[in-house]
Protein backbone atom coordinates (compact mmCIF):
# COMPACT_ATOMS: atom_id res chain seq x y z
CA UNK A 1 0.00 0.00 0.00
CA UNK A 2 3.00 2.12 0.76
CA UNK A 3 4.09 1.93 -3.17
CA UNK A 4 0.48 2.26 -4.00
CA UNK A 5 0.73 5.78 -2.38
CA UNK A 6 3.65 6.93 -3.19
CA UNK A 7 2.21 6.43 -7.02
CA UNK A 8 -0.48 8.92 -5.87
CA UNK A 9 1.81 11.62 -4.57
CA UNK A 10 4.24 11.58 -7.60
CA UNK A 11 1.07 11.48 -9.87
CA UNK A 12 -0.51 14.53 -7.49
CA UNK A 13 2.72 16.14 -7.69
CA UNK A 14 2.82 16.82 -11.12
CA UNK A 15 -0.28 17.69 -12.17
CA UNK A 16 -0.66 20.20 -8.98
CA UNK A 17 2.44 21.76 -9.70
CA UNK A 18 3.52 24.32 -12.54
CA UNK A 19 0.61 23.70 -14.48
CA UNK A 20 -2.37 23.48 -12.17
CA UNK A 21 -0.08 26.70 -10.43
CA UNK A 22 -0.62 28.83 -13.80
CA UNK A 23 -4.16 27.35 -14.60
CA UNK A 24 -5.65 28.26 -11.34
CA UNK A 25 -3.83 31.52 -10.68
CA UNK A 26 -4.15 32.48 -14.29
CA UNK A 27 -8.17 31.85 -14.44
CA UNK A 28 -8.34 33.85 -11.19
CA UNK A 29 -6.37 36.78 -12.51
CA UNK A 30 -7.68 36.47 -15.79
CA UNK A 31 -11.87 36.86 -14.37
CA UNK A 32 -10.84 39.41 -11.67
CA UNK A 33 -9.79 42.18 -14.63
CA UNK A 34 -12.32 40.70 -16.71
CA UNK A 35 -15.28 41.04 -14.11
CA UNK A 36 -13.97 44.70 -12.83
CA UNK A 37 -12.49 43.07 -9.44
CA UNK A 38 -15.69 42.10 -8.38
CA UNK A 39 -13.74 40.88 -4.70
CA UNK A 40 -14.57 44.69 -4.02
CA UNK A 41 -18.50 43.52 -3.37
CA UNK A 42 -17.24 40.80 -0.95
CA UNK A 43 -18.98 42.89 2.41
CA UNK A 44 -21.93 43.59 0.15
CA UNK A 45 -22.03 39.91 -0.73
CA UNK A 46 -22.04 39.06 2.53
CA UNK A 47 -25.33 41.37 3.95
CA UNK A 48 -27.10 39.81 0.52
CA UNK A 49 -26.22 36.56 1.97
CA UNK A 50 -28.81 36.58 4.85
CA UNK A 51 -31.97 38.65 3.27
CA UNK A 52 -34.98 36.55 1.68
CA UNK A 53 -34.94 36.40 -2.53
CA UNK A 54 -38.55 35.13 -3.42
CA UNK A 55 -37.24 33.55 -6.61
CA UNK A 56 -37.88 29.69 -8.25
CA UNK A 57 -35.77 27.52 -6.72
CA UNK A 58 -35.67 24.57 -4.15
CA UNK A 59 -34.26 26.26 -0.73
CA UNK A 60 -33.91 29.39 0.90
CA UNK A 61 -30.61 31.54 -0.47
CA UNK A 62 -29.32 31.35 2.88
CA UNK A 63 -29.96 27.15 2.77
CA UNK A 64 -28.09 26.81 -0.08
CA UNK A 65 -24.87 28.78 0.63
CA UNK A 66 -25.00 26.90 4.10
CA UNK A 67 -25.19 23.74 2.55
CA UNK A 68 -22.16 24.93 0.46
CA UNK A 69 -19.92 26.69 3.19
CA UNK A 70 -21.22 23.17 5.36
CA UNK A 71 -19.41 21.50 2.74
CA UNK A 72 -16.61 23.73 1.99
CA UNK A 73 -15.80 24.37 5.37
CA UNK A 74 -14.60 20.89 6.67
CA UNK A 75 -11.67 19.22 7.19
CA UNK A 76 -9.42 20.81 4.42
CA UNK A 77 -9.72 23.97 6.17
CA UNK A 78 -8.45 22.59 9.50
CA UNK A 79 -6.49 19.47 8.76
CA UNK A 80 -6.24 20.57 5.21
CA UNK A 81 -4.19 23.52 6.28
CA UNK A 82 -1.98 21.34 8.59
CA UNK A 83 -1.30 18.68 6.07
CA UNK A 84 -0.45 21.41 4.10
CA UNK A 85 2.19 23.08 6.53
CA UNK A 86 3.92 19.69 7.24
CA UNK A 87 4.22 18.84 3.30
CA UNK A 88 4.99 22.13 2.13
CA UNK A 89 6.06 24.20 5.15
CA UNK A 90 5.10 27.39 6.68
CA UNK A 91 4.31 29.16 3.20
CA UNK A 92 2.20 26.74 2.06
CA UNK A 93 -0.30 28.92 4.02
CA UNK A 94 0.77 32.12 2.25
CA UNK A 95 -0.56 30.90 -1.03
CA UNK A 96 -3.95 29.22 0.40
CA UNK A 97 -4.57 32.76 1.11
CA UNK A 98 -3.82 34.69 -2.22
CA UNK A 99 -5.45 31.74 -4.52
CA UNK A 100 -8.18 31.79 -2.24
CA UNK A 101 -8.65 35.96 -3.20
CA UNK A 102 -8.24 34.53 -6.68
CA UNK A 103 -10.72 32.17 -6.26
CA UNK A 104 -13.32 34.42 -4.93
CA UNK A 105 -13.97 35.35 -8.43
CA UNK A 106 -14.08 31.43 -9.89
CA UNK A 107 -16.44 30.68 -7.45
CA UNK A 108 -18.63 33.28 -8.49
CA UNK A 109 -18.43 32.30 -12.48
CA UNK A 110 -19.02 28.75 -11.68
CA UNK A 111 -22.01 29.20 -9.49
CA UNK A 112 -23.39 32.16 -11.64
CA UNK A 113 -23.22 30.50 -14.62
CA UNK A 114 -24.81 27.21 -12.89
CA UNK A 115 -28.05 29.20 -11.82
CA UNK A 116 -28.25 30.63 -15.08
CA UNK A 117 -28.17 27.50 -16.62
CA UNK A 118 -30.38 24.96 -14.27
CA UNK A 119 -32.77 23.00 -14.91
CA UNK A 120 -35.64 21.58 -13.03
CA UNK A 121 -35.82 17.72 -13.20
CA UNK A 122 -37.72 15.06 -10.96
CA UNK A 123 -39.45 18.12 -9.11
CA UNK A 124 -36.64 20.54 -8.06
CA UNK A 125 -34.34 22.79 -9.53
CA UNK A 126 -30.76 21.17 -10.25
CA UNK A 127 -28.17 22.29 -11.99
CA UNK A 128 -23.88 22.50 -12.09
CA UNK A 129 -21.17 22.21 -14.01
CA UNK A 130 -22.21 19.20 -15.94
CA UNK A 131 -25.42 20.38 -17.26
CA UNK A 132 -23.82 23.52 -18.05
CA UNK A 133 -21.46 21.56 -20.36
CA UNK A 134 -23.69 19.49 -21.89
CA UNK A 135 -26.56 22.11 -22.39
CA UNK A 136 -24.14 24.88 -23.45
CA UNK A 137 -20.76 23.36 -24.24
CA UNK A 138 -22.81 20.33 -26.22
CA UNK A 139 -20.01 18.00 -24.68
CA UNK A 140 -22.00 15.58 -23.17
CA UNK A 141 -18.80 13.44 -22.69
CA UNK A 142 -17.15 16.30 -20.54
CA UNK A 143 -20.01 16.64 -18.58
CA UNK A 144 -19.56 12.63 -17.67
CA UNK A 145 -16.28 13.06 -16.92
CA UNK A 146 -17.37 15.79 -14.65
CA UNK A 147 -20.52 14.11 -12.99
CA UNK A 148 -18.01 11.10 -12.76
CA UNK A 149 -15.30 12.63 -10.93
CA UNK A 150 -18.06 14.46 -8.55
CA UNK A 151 -18.79 10.59 -7.87
CA UNK A 152 -15.13 9.68 -6.64
CA UNK A 153 -14.65 12.94 -4.89
CA UNK A 154 -18.04 12.29 -2.86
CA UNK A 155 -16.78 8.85 -1.55
CA UNK A 156 -13.24 9.92 -1.28
CA UNK A 157 -13.70 13.41 -0.16
CA UNK A 158 -17.05 13.34 1.36
CA UNK A 159 -17.62 9.58 2.97
CA UNK A 160 -13.91 8.33 3.27
CA UNK A 161 -11.60 11.71 3.98
CA UNK A 162 -14.70 13.21 6.35
CA UNK A 163 -15.57 9.87 8.87
CA UNK A 164 -11.76 8.87 8.54
CA UNK A 165 -11.01 12.46 10.33
CA UNK A 166 -13.20 12.32 12.23
CA UNK A 167 -12.29 8.71 13.85
CA UNK A 168 -8.52 10.21 13.98
CA UNK A 169 -9.06 12.81 15.82
CA UNK A 170 -11.52 10.73 18.07
CA UNK A 171 -8.80 8.13 18.78
CA UNK A 172 -6.04 10.80 19.00
CA UNK A 173 -8.29 12.81 21.84
CA UNK A 174 -10.14 9.88 23.52
CA UNK A 175 -8.64 6.75 22.46
CA UNK A 176 -12.06 6.12 20.87
CA UNK A 177 -11.90 2.40 18.81
CA UNK A 178 -12.44 4.19 14.83
CA UNK A 179 -14.79 1.49 13.89
CA UNK A 180 -16.93 2.61 16.83
CA UNK A 181 -16.69 6.22 15.52
CA UNK A 182 -17.33 5.29 12.34
CA UNK A 183 -20.54 3.23 13.25
CA UNK A 184 -21.82 6.65 15.13
CA UNK A 185 -21.01 9.35 12.05
CA UNK A 186 -22.90 6.76 9.69
CA UNK A 187 -26.15 6.04 11.64
CA UNK A 188 -26.16 10.20 12.07
CA UNK A 189 -25.69 10.90 8.35
CA UNK A 190 -28.45 8.49 7.48
CA UNK A 191 -31.19 10.32 9.60
CA UNK A 192 -29.85 13.56 7.68
CA UNK A 193 -29.36 12.40 4.36
CA UNK A 194 -32.31 10.56 3.39
CA UNK A 195 -34.15 13.12 3.71
CA UNK A 196 -32.57 15.07 0.77
CA UNK A 197 -31.39 18.76 0.18
CA UNK A 198 -34.30 20.26 1.96
CA UNK A 199 -33.53 18.51 5.41
CA UNK A 200 -29.32 18.95 4.56
CA UNK A 201 -29.71 22.33 4.11
CA UNK A 202 -31.90 22.88 7.36
CA UNK A 203 -29.37 21.22 9.44
CA UNK A 204 -26.65 23.02 7.89
CA UNK A 205 -28.19 26.28 8.76
CA UNK A 206 -27.67 26.08 12.33
CA UNK A 207 -24.63 23.85 12.49
CA UNK A 208 -22.22 25.98 10.32
CA UNK A 209 -22.62 29.18 12.59
CA UNK A 210 -22.31 26.80 15.43
CA UNK A 211 -18.93 25.36 14.47
CA UNK A 212 -17.92 28.19 13.00
CA UNK A 213 -17.97 30.50 16.20
CA UNK A 214 -16.70 27.45 18.42
CA UNK A 215 -13.77 27.00 16.50
CA UNK A 216 -13.34 30.91 16.10
CA UNK A 217 -13.45 31.52 19.81
CA UNK A 218 -10.18 28.52 20.38
CA UNK A 219 -8.20 29.66 17.46
CA UNK A 220 -8.52 33.29 18.54
CA UNK A 221 -7.46 32.24 22.40
CA UNK A 222 -4.67 30.37 20.96
CA UNK A 223 -3.54 33.28 19.09
CA UNK A 224 -3.78 35.67 21.84
CA UNK A 225 -2.11 33.59 24.60
CA UNK A 226 0.93 33.56 21.91
CA UNK A 227 1.01 36.74 20.71
CA UNK A 228 4.82 37.81 21.21
CA UNK A 229 5.03 34.76 18.80
CA UNK A 230 2.90 36.56 16.27
CA UNK A 231 5.48 38.71 14.21
CA UNK A 232 7.92 35.81 13.98
CA UNK A 233 5.08 33.51 12.75
CA UNK A 234 3.85 36.24 10.01
CA UNK A 235 7.71 35.91 8.75
CA UNK A 236 7.79 32.34 8.13
CA UNK A 237 4.45 33.04 6.35
CA UNK A 238 5.94 35.42 3.99
CA UNK A 239 9.15 33.68 4.12
CA UNK A 240 8.60 30.29 3.67
CA UNK A 241 6.56 30.99 0.43
CA UNK A 242 9.01 31.64 -1.72
CA UNK A 243 11.85 29.62 -0.14
CA UNK A 244 10.30 26.58 0.89
CA UNK A 245 10.16 24.79 3.90
CA UNK A 246 13.69 22.95 3.82
CA UNK A 247 15.49 26.95 3.91
CA UNK A 248 12.31 27.90 6.36
CA UNK A 249 13.05 24.85 8.83
CA UNK A 250 16.78 25.97 9.38
CA UNK A 251 18.39 23.30 6.78
CA UNK A 252 22.38 24.24 6.47
CA UNK A 253 23.30 24.12 2.73
CA UNK A 254 20.40 24.18 1.20
CA UNK A 255 20.92 25.27 -2.83
CA UNK A 256 19.88 27.11 -4.94
CA UNK A 257 18.27 24.42 -7.10
CA UNK A 258 16.76 22.89 -3.92
CA UNK A 259 15.05 26.07 -2.74
CA UNK A 260 13.45 26.43 -5.62
CA UNK A 261 12.10 22.61 -5.72
CA UNK A 262 10.83 23.42 -2.34
CA UNK A 263 9.06 26.79 -3.24
CA UNK A 264 6.98 25.15 -6.13
CA UNK A 265 6.50 22.27 -3.81
CA UNK A 266 5.11 24.91 -1.28
CA UNK A 267 3.18 26.64 -3.85
CA UNK A 268 1.46 23.66 -5.43
CA UNK A 269 0.60 22.11 -2.21
CA UNK A 270 -1.35 25.87 -0.73
CA UNK A 271 -3.02 26.12 -4.63
CA UNK A 272 -4.32 22.49 -4.20
CA UNK A 273 -4.99 22.93 -0.11
CA UNK A 274 -7.19 26.57 -1.80
CA UNK A 275 -9.15 24.18 -4.54
CA UNK A 276 -9.98 21.29 -1.69
CA UNK A 277 -10.15 23.90 0.71
CA UNK A 278 -12.91 26.85 -0.76
CA UNK A 279 -13.76 24.13 -3.45
CA UNK A 280 -13.81 27.24 -5.63
CA UNK A 281 -12.25 25.85 -9.64
CA UNK A 282 -13.92 22.72 -8.16
CA UNK A 283 -17.36 22.42 -9.37
CA UNK A 284 -19.02 21.44 -6.44
CA UNK A 285 -20.46 24.51 -4.85
CA UNK A 286 -22.47 24.98 -8.31
CA UNK A 287 -24.32 22.34 -7.67
CA UNK A 288 -25.81 23.33 -4.53
CA UNK A 289 -26.30 27.05 -5.82
CA UNK A 290 -28.60 25.78 -8.45
CA UNK A 291 -31.15 24.45 -5.63
CA UNK A 292 -31.15 28.02 -4.41
CA UNK A 293 -34.64 29.91 -4.54
CA UNK A 294 -33.16 33.12 -6.25
CA UNK A 295 -34.48 35.64 -9.32
CA UNK A 296 -31.04 36.61 -10.56
CA UNK A 297 -27.86 34.66 -11.26
CA UNK A 298 -25.64 37.01 -10.49
CA UNK A 299 -26.80 37.42 -7.08
CA UNK A 300 -26.63 34.20 -6.26
CA UNK A 301 -22.92 33.74 -7.96
CA UNK A 302 -21.78 36.35 -5.82
CA UNK A 303 -23.89 35.62 -2.71
CA UNK A 304 -21.91 31.76 -3.29
CA UNK A 305 -18.73 33.41 -3.14
CA UNK A 306 -18.69 34.68 -0.02
CA UNK A 307 -18.35 31.19 1.12
CA UNK A 308 -14.48 31.93 0.29
CA UNK A 309 -14.14 34.26 2.57
CA UNK A 310 -14.90 32.30 5.68
CA UNK A 311 -13.13 29.57 4.40
CA UNK A 312 -9.85 31.09 3.80
CA UNK A 313 -10.58 33.07 7.31
CA UNK A 314 -10.62 29.38 8.93
CA UNK A 315 -7.16 28.18 6.82
CA UNK A 316 -5.65 31.47 8.19
CA UNK A 317 -6.69 30.64 12.18
CA UNK A 318 -6.08 26.90 11.58
CA UNK A 319 -2.37 27.86 9.64
CA UNK A 320 -1.64 30.67 12.74
CA UNK A 321 -2.57 28.08 15.37
CA UNK A 322 -0.30 25.51 13.92
CA UNK A 323 2.32 27.20 13.66
CA UNK A 324 2.30 29.40 16.92
CA UNK A 325 2.19 25.79 18.70
CA UNK A 326 5.67 25.18 17.11
CA UNK A 327 5.52 21.33 16.42
CA UNK A 328 4.97 21.33 12.68
CA UNK A 329 8.75 20.13 12.01
CA UNK A 330 7.92 17.14 13.82
CA UNK A 331 8.37 14.56 11.31
CA UNK A 332 5.52 11.90 13.24
CA UNK A 333 2.71 14.75 13.72
CA UNK A 334 0.45 14.92 10.72
CA UNK A 335 -3.37 15.73 9.90
CA UNK A 336 -5.31 15.29 13.70
CA UNK A 337 -2.11 14.90 15.61
CA UNK A 338 -0.32 17.71 14.32
CA UNK A 339 -3.62 19.99 14.66
CA UNK A 340 -4.04 18.37 18.57
CA UNK A 341 -0.57 19.28 19.57
CA UNK A 342 -1.73 23.31 18.75
CA UNK A 343 -4.80 23.33 20.43
CA UNK A 344 -4.10 21.27 23.31
CA UNK A 345 -1.97 24.16 24.86
CA UNK A 346 -5.30 25.22 25.64
CA UNK A 347 -5.83 23.49 29.53
CA UNK A 348 -8.87 21.49 29.55
CA UNK A 349 -10.93 23.31 26.65
CA UNK A 350 -8.35 23.23 23.73
CA UNK A 351 -8.68 19.41 22.71
CA UNK A 352 -12.35 19.24 23.39
CA UNK A 353 -13.43 22.03 21.62
CA UNK A 354 -11.25 20.69 18.91
CA UNK A 355 -12.48 17.29 18.01
CA UNK A 356 -16.05 18.91 18.90
CA UNK A 357 -15.67 21.30 16.06
CA UNK A 358 -13.65 18.92 13.55
CA UNK A 359 -16.27 16.14 13.95
CA UNK A 360 -19.02 19.14 13.17
CA UNK A 361 -17.06 20.44 10.32
CA UNK A 362 -16.38 17.23 9.09
CA UNK A 363 -20.14 15.79 9.37
CA UNK A 364 -21.81 18.81 7.61
CA UNK A 365 -18.91 18.33 4.87
CA UNK A 366 -20.25 14.23 4.77
CA UNK A 367 -23.69 15.35 4.19
CA UNK A 368 -22.75 17.77 1.72
CA UNK A 369 -21.27 15.99 -0.69
CA UNK A 370 -23.25 13.27 -0.18
CA UNK A 371 -25.64 15.46 -1.74
CA UNK A 372 -23.19 16.81 -4.47
CA UNK A 373 -22.59 12.88 -5.52
CA UNK A 374 -26.41 12.10 -5.56
CA UNK A 375 -27.03 15.35 -8.06
CA UNK A 376 -23.77 14.17 -10.35
CA UNK A 377 -25.64 10.04 -10.55
CA UNK A 378 -28.97 12.17 -11.01
CA UNK A 379 -27.67 13.35 -14.18
CA UNK A 380 -25.75 10.54 -15.66
CA UNK A 381 -28.79 7.93 -15.07
CA UNK A 382 -31.80 10.11 -13.42
CA UNK A 383 -33.21 10.11 -9.69
CA UNK A 384 -33.90 6.11 -9.63
CA UNK A 385 -30.36 5.77 -8.22
CA UNK A 386 -30.77 7.98 -5.54
CA UNK A 387 -31.60 5.20 -2.84
CA UNK A 388 -28.91 3.15 -3.96
CA UNK A 389 -26.38 5.93 -3.98
CA UNK A 390 -27.46 6.66 -0.48
CA UNK A 391 -26.82 3.13 0.44
CA UNK A 392 -23.51 2.93 -0.89
CA UNK A 393 -22.26 6.23 0.35
CA UNK A 394 -23.36 5.35 4.29
CA UNK A 395 -21.33 2.37 3.50
CA UNK A 396 -18.10 3.82 2.74
CA UNK A 397 -18.26 6.28 5.20
CA UNK A 398 -18.50 2.89 7.79
CA UNK A 399 -15.50 2.39 5.85
CA UNK A 400 -13.73 5.30 6.34
CA UNK A 401 -13.97 5.44 10.12
CA UNK A 402 -12.05 2.00 10.25
CA UNK A 403 -9.79 2.86 7.37
CA UNK A 404 -6.50 2.95 9.64
CA UNK A 405 -7.17 -0.31 10.92
CA UNK A 406 -7.30 -1.68 7.80
CA UNK A 407 -4.08 -0.16 6.87
CA UNK A 408 -2.61 -2.47 10.02
CA UNK A 409 -1.31 -5.94 8.90
CA UNK A 410 -3.92 -8.67 9.85
CA UNK A 411 -6.83 -5.85 9.94
CA UNK A 412 -6.46 -6.20 13.60
CA UNK A 413 -9.20 -4.24 15.92
CA UNK A 414 -6.68 -1.59 17.30
CA UNK A 415 -4.55 0.78 14.91
CA UNK A 416 -0.87 1.15 15.08
CA UNK A 417 -0.13 4.81 14.90
CA UNK A 418 2.27 3.38 11.46
CA UNK A 419 -0.92 2.26 10.06
CA UNK A 420 -3.62 5.08 10.79
CA UNK A 421 -1.12 7.78 9.44
CA UNK A 422 -0.54 5.60 6.43
CA UNK A 423 -4.60 5.77 6.13
CA UNK A 424 -4.68 9.29 6.97
CA UNK A 425 -2.22 10.08 3.99
CA UNK A 426 -3.66 7.74 1.40
CA UNK A 427 -7.04 9.45 2.08
CA UNK A 428 -5.39 13.11 1.40
CA UNK A 429 -3.47 11.77 -1.38
CA UNK A 430 -6.61 9.70 -2.86
CA UNK A 431 -8.62 13.23 -2.64
CA UNK A 432 -6.48 15.74 -4.47
CA UNK A 433 -6.29 13.34 -6.88
CA UNK A 434 -9.75 12.96 -8.01
CA UNK A 435 -10.10 16.93 -7.81
CA UNK A 436 -8.14 16.64 -11.40
CA UNK A 437 -11.45 14.88 -12.51
CA UNK A 438 -13.14 17.73 -11.59
CA UNK A 439 -11.19 20.97 -11.60
CA UNK A 440 -10.00 20.12 -15.24
CA UNK A 441 -13.58 19.89 -16.83
CA UNK A 442 -14.70 23.15 -14.57
CA UNK A 443 -12.05 25.11 -15.52
CA UNK A 444 -12.01 24.57 -19.31
CA UNK A 445 -15.71 25.18 -18.98
CA UNK A 446 -15.08 28.70 -17.66
CA UNK A 447 -12.92 29.86 -20.28
CA UNK A 448 -15.30 28.90 -22.71
CA UNK A 449 -18.07 30.98 -21.02
CA UNK A 450 -16.00 34.26 -20.41
CA UNK A 451 -18.24 36.41 -23.29
CA UNK A 452 -21.31 35.40 -21.43
CA UNK A 453 -20.04 35.69 -18.05
CA UNK A 454 -18.76 39.24 -18.68
CA UNK A 455 -22.35 39.97 -20.40
CA UNK A 456 -24.41 38.54 -17.58
CA UNK A 457 -22.02 40.21 -14.85
CA UNK A 458 -21.95 43.97 -16.14
CA UNK A 459 -26.25 43.52 -17.15
CA UNK A 460 -26.37 42.32 -13.48
CA UNK A 461 -24.36 42.58 -10.77
CA UNK A 462 -24.08 46.49 -10.10
CA UNK A 463 -27.10 47.06 -9.67
CA UNK A 464 -27.73 44.39 -7.23
CA UNK A 465 -25.46 44.93 -5.12
CA UNK A 466 -26.49 48.56 -5.28
Known sequence: METLLHCINVLNGFIWGPPMIVLIFGMGIYFTFRLGFIQKYTFKAVALSVRKDGGEGTVSGFGALALMVGATVGTGSILGVTTAIAEGGPGAVFWIILAGFFNFVIKYCECASAVKYRVRRDGEYVGGPMYVMARVLKMKWLALVFAFGTLCMALAAGALLQTNSIADVAREGYAINPWLSGLVITLLACVVTIGGVKRIAAYSQWLVPLMGGMYLFIALF?????????????????????????????????????????????????????????????????????????????????????????????????????????????????????????????????????????????????????????????????????????????????????????????????????????????????????????????????????????????????????
Open 222 to 466: VIIMNFEKVPHTLWLIVAGAFTGKAAVGGAAGATITAVFSAAVNSIGIGVSRSVMSTEAGLGSAAIAASAAKTRSAAKMGIVSATSVLWTVLICTLSGLVVLLAGDWQNPNAFAADLCNSAFKTVPYIGTPILIFSLIIFSFTTLIGWSYYGEKALQFMGGGRWAKGWRILYLLFCLAGGGLGTAFSWGWTIEADAFSVGLSTRFAWGLTVLMMTLMTLPNVYMLWRLRHKLKTETKRSLGHIIK
